[in-house]
């Protein structure tokens, strides 16, 4: 069964720091681009960071880069989301996705086949 947990989502203080994990079973991370996406109550879900297969390239939407660096272990079928200096604006719900790709990826939603369930993140005070 073709599966993507996330993991690592709490509560934070502004300016803290958070490691998100999303761990794949059932196929293996080597040939998929990843990507992150967030979606915070009342609004669309939106793209936050991915990383393609190979020679691995990253992309981030604007109003993460500097902060967020995303990653990924291929031997533990892992990819990572470091996020710090997190703010009260990146309160959501954060979600892996995965495609099988070449070397590339795409912050877009539709692009994207298989998702996990999320893993909550709240930055306040």
């Known amino acids: 069964q073709v599966q993507l947990v996330e993991s690592g989502g709490g509560l934070v203080q502004p300016g803290g720091s958070l490691r998100l994990s999303c761990a794949a079973s059932?196929?293996?991370?080597?040939?998929?681009?990843i990507a992150w996406f967030r979606q915070a109550p009342g609004k669309e879900r939106e793209g936050v960071s991915c990383?393609?297969?190979?020679?691995?390239?990253?992309s981030y939407v604007h109003f993460v880069e500097g902060r967020f660096t995303i990653s990924r272990d291929n031997a533990k079928n892992t990819v990572y989301l470091q996020m710090d200096n997190l703010k009260p604006e990146d309160t959501a719900a954060y979600y892996c996705a995965a495609v099988r790709s070449g070397n590339r990826c795409l912050l877009s939603r539709v692009w994207y086949d298989h998702w996990g369930q999320g893993t909550q993140v709240t930055v306040s005070s």
């Open positions: 990383i393609s297969s190979r020679d691995p390239r990253r």
């Open positions: 059932g196929f293996t991370l080597d040939y998929y681009a």
